[in-house]
């Protein structure tokens, strides 16, 4: 049960991602006005904004204007759903699953920024950093309970791991190339994902990261989509290696041990 309440509240979040997304580069509150269509500006009806099945009924089309809506909405809404259904999946009844679906609704609202604006926002960074303290304070004082955080010790390590690799790349990028090989932003949230996962748990997720990007480069490159020495958001790489650090890094390092 606790899965398909995962689910459903992820279907939620993820609608509020795209609120996010669309709202924090343009520095507009994410509570006031209420959403709207951004086509004819009409105020949305609570049946508007049931996550993927108001996109269905709607035929992906704004109830009062008939302009389209992107089928991006309802991607990211089941995304995030399905992404906290894992989730609940892998930390079970375990009390963990709270700070972190925290980080995944973070990592998601990241990425689709990145994505966009080639731009990952400090507030996002800082809610992810702080629900990572919290935790790894809940596993300290609350130990009866199940948090299964990270030690503090492992969490600060892994914090450096992450960040340390991409920041010592981005600063020889500089003095060989003349120009960054990372972006501070991707520094920073190497940085924060690593409070989660500990320094072996985040060495991997750069592994992944570094592949995925590699692969997903090499594939543009070949499409002719993408120019060599020009820049791709590497947000959405760290993102995903951390939670498939996260989810299938300890079987990893078993098989590695």
Not at 11 to 16: A, I, M, P, R
Not at 26 to 34: A, G, H, I, T
Request: aromatic share 10%.
């Amino acid at each position: 049960m606790t899965k398909i309440y995962a689910l459903i509240l992820g279907l939620c979040f993820g609608s509020f991602a795209n609120v996010a997304a669309y709202r924090i580069p343009r520095n507009e509150s994410l509570l006031s006005p209420p959403s709207r269509c951004p086509n004819c500006g009409r105020r949305l009806a609570i049946t508007d904004l049931i996550p993927v099945l108001s996109w269905l009924l709607l035929r992906g089309k704004c109830r009062y204007c008939g302009s389209k809506i992107a089928p991006r909405y309802p991607i990211t809404e089941l995304m995030c759903g399905l992404l906290f259904f894992g989730m609940a999946t892998y930390t079970g009844a375990d009390l963990s699953v709270i700070p972190l679906c925290v980080l995944t609704f973070v990592l998601l609202c990241i990425s689709l920024i990145d994505i966009k604006t080639q731009e990952i926002p400090n507030p996002l960074l800082i809610v992810g950093a702080v629900t990572g303290l919290l935790w790894i304070a809940a596993e300290a004082i609350f130990a009866r309970y199940n948090f299964s955080a990270p030690h503090w010790k492992d969490a600060l390590l892994g914090a450096v791991a992450g960040a340390a690799p991409l920041f010592l790349i981005d600063r020889i990028a500089i003095i060989i190339l003349g120009k960054e090989g990372f972006g501070f932003g991707d520094v920073k949230l190497a940085l924060m994902t690593g409070l989660f996962l500990g320094w072996q748990l985040a060495l991997a997720s750069l592994l992944f990261a570094v592949i995925a990007g590699g692969a997903f480069g090499a594939v543009l490159m070949a499409a002719k989509k993408l120019e060599r020495g020009s820049y791709m958001p590497f947000g959405p790489f760290i993102a995903s290696g951390s939670l498939a650090s996260l989810w299938f890094g300890p079987a990893l390092l078993r098989m590695l041990s």
